[in-house]
């Protein structure tokens, strides 16, 4: 996968991490991932990147998953979370940065130095 930022110019730790790359003079394409959300492949890939499960990226405390009747106890498969995250890019943690092969979460901002 390549280079970039899942980003949501609207997110404090978004910012701030982005800002973080800037200042170490790492450029990435910045992909606003609501208005451009990943692919499910897309998904998968940052999934097995990150190392977790689709629901370690999944915002469960984001009023739109209560509102679609989800629960982190539902039996759902893998697939069907990535599903769910594609079609409701809102509920997709943020932000997620690649560099390199590797991923992380920029929540805290500080998480993304240990893949520059």
């Known amino acids: 996968m390549d280079n970039k930022i899942f980003h949501n110019p609207r997110c404090t730790k978004s910012r701030q991490t982005l800002s973080l790359l800037e200042e170490r003079g790492i450029e990435v394409p910045v992909v606003e991932y609501l ?5 499910e492949s897309e998904l998968t ?3 097995k990147l990150l190392g977790v499960h689709p629901t370690g ?4 405390k984001e009023p739109l998953f209560k509102d679609l009747g989800l629960s982190l106890t539902d039996e759902r498969s893998a697939a069907e979370w990535i599903s769910i995250m594609s079609n409701h890019p809102k509920l997709i943690e943020r ?3 690649i560099i390199d092969g590797k991923a992380a979460v920029g929540r805290p901002p500080e998480n993304i130095l240990s893949i520059i």
């Open 35 to 39: 208005t451009t959300p990943p692919s």
């Open 95 to 97: 932000p997620i940065v």
């Open 45 to 47: 890939e940052i999934c």
């Open 57 to 60: 990226i999944l915002r469960s």
